[in-house]
């Protein structure tokens, strides 16, 4: 019987076979691949609210047709975003931190005013103003009239380093120093914050951390791709052979980062957690790199945070597996707001037959959620912003 399966596709036509292997396909995609994402929030005003004024967090998310596989996106994603979006233009201002360090906050202002609200970006690992996925989130809020201020962390964006301090995931001194100084700048106007990737984490940790501090600076924040369980996000990097490999030009990254400014020689790293053992646990003064990623992770945390928080990852993150991700824990805060995509690999959310529109999900869903939130003419955000802290006294 199966002899007999076999023979009879084998003589089918050509275009008969590719046309079954075709409608095949179709049937997966639009079975498997197109859904619509996870909502994990607390029942209350800020989910009433996003559902009301953020239409994108209950639409389907329909992935490039023929780009759904997580590591593909990622890739093509960071190509392709490269390839149609130019270097932009900011207006540097190189800040002086207390211990006599030096970052530049990268800005851009175009179309916009004085009285514009502001947000404060922080790139991923490596990253910096002119990486692919910063510069497709900044002219996606300068199009809805909002300000943007990029902040390179030390050693990064053209800057070199000028005290032995670099950057790690649980550490928010310098992103303090920043958001103090801009609100210093701008005493009068809303601003919200978003991280990428590990610039997710050091966000993470200082509204957990800082959140009396952050409740009085932004009005709102939101936190891309990022690793939550760092722990998990190392175990699911070094899986061999695709995940591993992503993993390793993160590290080789990490090494020239360091060996550009002769701190160590740390060039036999071949995985993240390898360079973080042997440079960044030490560098900041942690007992080994275990205790460096239990005080950088932010699965346990999403109580302590009090600014409204939208987060957006991808169920097939590679960096950050589905089962990571502290969705129960979010489903009971009433700040912290999860939306999960089934698919969309790291950074990536690639959409379209040809995805080279300068508005991708990743970034659509970022300047409606700060537009409804910064451009509050109505003040209803303002509202739920009260509401929300009303509730959090009641519950002290």
Known sequence: MVLNIYQYVLDLPRWHFMAMLFSGYLFYYFVEVVKRPILAVKDGPLKQFLIKNVPEIEMKFWPTFWCVESRAQTVFASILRASVLSNIDYRRELFTMKDGGEVALDWLETNCTSDSPIIVILPGLTGES????????????????????????????????????????????????????????????????????????????????????????????????????????????????????????????????????????????????????????????????????????????????????????????????????????????????????ARGGHIAFLEGWWPTSREQYMSRLFSQFFSVTLNDKDHEFEKISEQLKQDVKLCE
Not at 153 to 182: F, I, N, S, W
Not at 256 to 264: S, W
């Open 130 to 341: 002119q990486a692919e996925y910063i510069k497709c989130l900044v002219m996606s809020a300068n199009r809805v009239g909002i300000r943007t201020v990029v902040f390179n962390q030390r050693g990064l964006g053209g800057v070199a380093l000028k005290t032995p301090r670099m950057y790690c995931a649980a550490k928010c001194e310098d992103l303090c120093e920043v958001l103090d100084h801009v609100r210093a700048l701008n005493p009068h106007v809303k601003m919200g914050a978003t991280g990428i990737s590990m610039g997710g984490l050091i966000l993470g940790n200082y509204l957990a951390k800082h959140a009396d501090e952050a409740e009085k600076i932004l009005t709102s924040a939101k936190i891309i791709s990022a690793p939550w369980n760092v722990f998990k996000g190392c175990d699911s990097i070094q899986k061999p052979y695709l995940n591993n490999m992503l993993g390793r030009h993160l590290a080789d990254s990490l090494c020239r980062t360091v060996d550009q400014y002769e701190i160590l020689k740390i060039l036999q790293s071949k995985t993240i957690k390898e360079f973080d053992s042997h440079f960044t646990a030490k560098h900041f003064g942690f007992k080994d790199v275990d205790h460096y990623y239990t005080e950088a992770t932010m699965h346990d945390k999403l109580h302590s945070i009090k600014v409204p928080l939208l987060c957006l990852s991808a169920a097939d993150d590679p960096f950050q597996p589905l089962d990571a991700l502290p969705l129960q824990d979010a489903e009971t805060s009433s700040h912290v707001c999860f939306i999960v995509t």
